[in-house]
């Protein structure tokens, strides 16, 4: 594991970007999204350390993501009654389409700024914006919003996580180290933000 993280650093930054970006698009797909570890991807790209990869890191999260949601989103438009009694559909749950559904109704298009912070719905939320026939004007700009917080919030972290590397005695990996305390960190600060949205929309 160690050496297979270890060679990520090794990427060409247009590749390392590249297949960030592939990553967050697969991200955004319904149950194959529970399988991407898209944070573990962020932090994996801010552990790599060069100077020319926090803003590139960046744009490749947030155009990813975009592209997955907003591929997600069409589908939701035109096949989403289709979706909902097929066998993906029959898989995702009734309770979670519904859930889904009453967020957007309750919260509008503000509830994709706070989507990519929320397992499974990340990826349902635009299926259902699609499906319940909200302009793609307001969710593209919502959904850029949610992207570019989520983006931020893990480069912060991740940020974070790498500079504690020097206070680590012995010489320990600053690509494993970022990704191990990135992700304590996360689970932190999202634990929190999903309490407080559930409170809201409950």
């Known amino acids: 594991m160690t050496q297979w993280v270890a060679q990520i650093g090794e990427l060409p930054v247009l590749l390392l970007m590249g297949a960030l970006g592939l990553v967050m698009l697969f991200d955004a797909v319904p149950l194959l999204g529970v399988l991407i570890p898209g944070d573990v991807a962020i932090l994996a790209a801010v552990g790599v350390g060069r100077p ?17 949601w907003s591929l997600s989103f069409l589908i939701g438009r035109r096949y ?10 029959g898989w995702i749950g009734e309770p979670r389409w519904t ?46 919003l949610g992207a570019a917080a989520w983006a931020g919030l893990y480069l912060a972290l991740g940020t974070a996580a790498r500079s504690v590397v020097g206070l680590l005695p012995g010489s320990p990996s600053p690509l494993l180290v970022t990704m191990g305390v990135g992700l304590v960190l996360a689970s932190v600060a999202l634990l929190g933000a999903r309490r407080r949205l559930f409170s809201v929309v409950g």
């Open 80 to 89: 989403s009654d289709r979706l909902r009694h097929s066998r993906l559909g």
């Open 52 to 68: 020319s990869t926090g803003l590139a890191t960046f744009a490749a999260v947030l155009v990813g993501c975009l592209a997955g």
């Open 99 to 144: 859930a889904a559904e009453g967020i957007l109704r309750r919260g509008g298009g503000r509830m994709m700024v706070v989507a990519p912070f929320l397992p499974v719905f990340n990826a349902l939320l635009p299926l259902a914006a699609g499906g319940l026939r909200m302009s793609y004007r307001r969710f593209l700009g919502c959904a850029t």
